[in-house]
């Protein structure tokens, strides 16, 4: 089974888009979100430093463009790809919403550009981040977090914990880091995403969802919340609203794809970080990550050794 996931706030770098938007209609298509949501995503994408693509007003609406670009240029989700399961991580759950059909690509725009603004605000109340923890065992390394006064605002599998708190915090925790912690590294974001100090959002979030009218998911949509599958659109909505400011278990939404029986894990653009966190804790699903349009038939290769699979499981 395949399993289709979107990537974080995080994973964008400069330029990253470049070689997307030589692809046939990339740019019209880039063009057309970018007038529907007031901001120029070919810009971001393709010039600007990182400090720019930092700022989450710009990275969250920059990242879900990607990951449809992306895979669109793989071909239509329910024929050419037929995941199995989809999923994101944080703003990536909005790109998985797209992809399960809950929302149209305009929609999950519109959708996550009211987001980042709503987030970028709320981060602008309290000089916050979040850094990455390398190494040491759950059990330990949240009781530790929570005595800093961090949360654990990622739990992620495959042995990293991503804390979220004040500058001071972070700080605390460099100079204190859990037992069994290899390295503290700070992450590329603006804000203590996924915490009390988003609450602020999620409100504004809410008002934002009102207008949308969620379509049923076409294909299983594994959610961040408790990694369990979601049944309505209405629910996925909800959820989207919610996670904001709780934390995202990408841990157990990767234990869900082992139980669905998951042989095999593409990311969209810019892949790269869920791929390595399926690698170490799916091991022996196949995983392949969209970081140019040169992964494109190695992606499409797997994708139909996957339905070949399937197609022969049944058979049995």
Known sequence: ????????????????????????????????????????LAHYGT???????????????????????SAA?????????????????SVGEITAAAFAGVLDDTAALALVRKR???????AAITETGMSALLGGDPETTVPHLE??????ANVNGAGQIVAAGTLEQLAALEE???????RVVPLKVAGAFHTHHMAPAVDALAKAAESLTPAEPKVAYVSNKDGRTVATGAEVLSRLVGQVANPVRWDLC????????????????PGGTLT????????????LALKTPDDLDAARELIAEAATSAADAVGA
């Open 1 to 40: 089974m395949l399993v289709l996931v979107a990537p974080g706030q995080g994973a964008q770098t400069p330029g990253f888009l470049t070689p997307w938007l030589e692809l046939p209609g990339a740019a019209d298509r880039i063009g057309m979100w970018s007038d529907a949501i007031g901001l120029d």
């Open 47 to 69: 010039q600007a430093d990182a400090d720019a693509i930092r700022d989450t007003a710009v990275a969250q609406p920059l990242l879900v463009a990607a990951g449809l670009l």
């Open 73 to 89: 240029a793989l071909g239509d989700i329910t024929s050419d790809i037929a995941p199995g399961a989809v999923a994101g991580h």
């Open 116 to 122: 980042s603004l709503a987030m970028a605000e709320a």
């Open 147 to 152: 005595k800093l006064g961090l949360t654990p």
């Open 176 to 182: 204190d880091k859990p037992e069994g912690v290899r």
């Open 254 to 269: 990767m234990e869900t794809f082992k139980e669905l029986g998951v042989t095999a894990l593409v990311e969209v653009c």
């Open 276 to 287: 390595g966190l399926a690698k170490r804790a799916l091991p022996g699903v196949k995983t």
